[in-house]
């Protein structure tokens, strides 16, 4: 877990556009929800707000970079969900009786 988050820090802050480097952060990315599902959650609301209030006014991503970024992400992750769902496993009735959002 901490390797692939590392690498994707690494991929992002030497990030100057590119289609190459979206992908890497991408699959770098599946890898790392692969190891640590709230790993990957925390690194990307990390990202999201460096981007957001940083990044953004000094590179912009485009649209091709977008889709190559969360593509493979969506496929991946989905696929990793679908198979290893921390929810379907004797502990997941106990989880969603003592969470707030089912309360």
């Not at 877990?1 to 556009?17: E, H, K």
């Not at 707000?49 to 969506?74: C, M, N, T």
């Not at 106990?94 to 089912?102: D, H, P, R, V």
């Amino acid at each position: 877990m901490l390797f692939f988050s590392v690498a994707v820090m690494i991929v992002y802050l030497d990030w100057r556009g590119g289609l190459k480097r979206a992908t890497a952060i991408g699959l770098l990315s599946v890898a790392l929800f692969a190891s640590n599902y709230m790993a990957h959650v925390a690194l990307f609301a990390c990202l999201a707000v460096d981007y957001l209030f940083w990044r953004k006014h000094e590179q912009s991503v485009q649209k091709g970079e977008w889709a190559a970024l969360f593509i493979p992400q969506i496929i991946g992750c989905g696929a990793i969900a679908m198979v290893r769902n921390p929810l379907r496993t004797q502990f997941g009735e106990y989880f969603a009786s003592n969470t707030l959002l089912i309360g």
